[in-house]
T-cell receptor, first 112, second 114 residues
Framework: GDSVTQMEGPVTLSEEAFLTINCTYT??????LFWYVQYPGEGLQLLLKATKADDKGSNKGFEATYRKETTSFHLEKGSVQVSDSAVYFC???????????FGKGTRLSVIA | NAGVTQTPKFQVLKTGQSMTLQCAQDMNHNSMYWYRQDPGMGLRLIYYSASEGTTDKGEVPNGYNVSRLNKREFSLRLESAAPSQTSVYFC?????????????FGPGTRLTVL
């Protein structure tokens, strides 16, 4: 079945450091890929998405590129801020009629 | 437009008590979901409802029941709560049919079973 694997956390970075959170997937066909973010005490919210190979999703300085050849969708940000501290979830959808499949989440802590 | 709402926000139960978690969405979505989130376990799907009148088991359905009351509302019931059900519960909804449609999440219910 479909699955998502993302790097284990926690990840601790200093403010203005470069961020990469790795995500790889296994799916049939051509899934859509998502990154969700969960701030402390809140529900998940969509950060960005990509729907086909070589698409780049971007939002709030975060980017991720849909790489079909490596089945990856790594999340990157050039300069993190304390306010980026959160849990990040990679997810995929291989059908419009089934739930998203989520990775286990990666906790990011950014220190000033 | 409130999105996905959940009640209550917090709840403490004693072992064996029952309760119902409520979820409602105002986005005219046809699919709704219940997840639980435990530390280090990510999100686990409990039940989902692809459309009004249908429900299906997810990864961890034991100890729970659900009711899709109408298109807007999807409730989760714990008949006899156990300490292992201490968790944060999230409801989500999605417009079915298009592969790129995102799921929208509620703010969560934090449940403690003593």
């Amino acid at each position: 079945g479909d699955s998502v694997t993302q790097m284990e956390g926690p990840v601790t970075l200093s403010e203005e450091a470069f961020l990469t959170i790795n995500c790889t997937y296994t799916a049939t066909g051509y899934p859509s890929l998502f990154w969700y973010v969960q701030y402390p005490g809140e529900g998940l919210q969509l950060l960005l998405k990509a729907t086909k190979a070589d698409d780049k999703g971007s939002n709030k300085g975060f980017e991720a590129t849909y790489r079909k050849e490596t089945t990856s969708f790594h999340l990157e940000k050039g300069s993190v801020q304390v306010s980026d501290s959160a849990v990040y979830f990679c997810a995929l959808s291989s059908s419009g009629n089934t739930p998203l499949v989520f990775g286990k989440g990666t906790r990011l802590s950014v220190i000033a | 437009n409130a999105g996905v709402t959940q009640t209550p926000k917090f709840q403490v139960l004693k072992t064996g008590q029952s309760m119902t978690l409520q979820c409602a969405q105002d986005m005219n979505h046809n699919s709704m979901y219940w997840y639980r989130q435990d530390p280090g376990m990510g999100l686990r799907l409990i039940y989902y409802s692809a459309s009004e009148g249908t429900t299906d088991k997810g990864e961890v359905p034991n100890g729970y029941n659900v009711s899709r009351l109408n298109k807007r509302e999807f409730s989760l019931r714990l008949e006899s709560a156990a300490p292992s059900q201490t968790s944060v519960y999230f409801c989500a909804s999605k417009l079915q049919g298009f592969i790129a449609n995102e799921q929208f999440f509620g703010p969560g219910t934090r449940l403690t079973v003593l």
